[in-house]
Structure formats: C-alpha cells, structure tokens
Nanobody, 117 residues
C-alpha cells in the first residue's frame, strides 16, 4: 500500500546540504502538483514547496533561495535540494500531492532532517 516513499534525510551541521527524494506511484504523480511538507515536534505540518507537472515551483519565504524542488516525471520522483541548512529546518519531511487528498490518506513515514552542530 506504500505509494509515497521519502528518503535522503540525516544529520547535518548548520550550513550543510541534503537532497531528499520522494518516489511516488504513477497514479498519484501524474497530473498532480507535488509538494514537500515538514513537521517539527509540537508544531503543525507545514507546506514547504510545490512543483507543478510542468515544473513551476513555489516556496515558503523561510526556505526561498536555499531549497530547490524539482521533479522527474519519467521516474515519478520529486526532489528537494536543501542548501545552507539551519537548525530551524529540523523536522520530519514528507512529500504528497498539493493540495492533499480529502478522500485518501497518501502520507508516508517521512524522512528525518536534523540540523545541529
């Protein structure tokens, strides 16, 4: 039943970089805008970035200029290149369609990103 699988997280120092990947089933990926979300302990899950089918991107202000979202439609994969990471970026990162489905729960287990010295 796994349809969205995130990977690439880890422990990095401030200023470091990580590249997250999200493998999606074709039925979810095609025709949908994809997005990365993150959730820190005690906080709501937040939208981070979106990428439309044709490649148009959008970012929240806190990551603009540091993160780059992209997609490979042939591979049904979404990426999040994270540069100049800050401790405030520490969270579990999830991918999903945007907006999330109101009738189906596609959320995966996410991948942990920890930024600490």
């Amino acid at each position: 039943q796994v349809q969205l699988v995130e990977s690439g997280g880890g422990l990095v120092q401030p200023g470091g970089s990580l590249r997250l990947s999200c493998a999606a089933s074709g039925s979810i990926f095609r025709f949908n805008t994809m997005a990365w979300y993150h959730q820190a302990p005690g906080k709501q899950r937040e939208l981070v970035a979106t990428v439309a089918h044709g490649g148009t991107t959008s970012y929240v202000d806190s990551v603009k200029g540091r993160f780059t979202i992209s997609r490979d439609n042939a591979k049904n994969t979404v990426y999040l290149q994270m540069n100049n990471l800050k401790p405030e970026d520490t969270a579990v990162y999830y991918c999903n369609i945007f907006p999330p489905s109101r009738t189906r729960d596609y959320w995966g287990q996410g991948t942990q990103v920890t930024v600490s010295s």
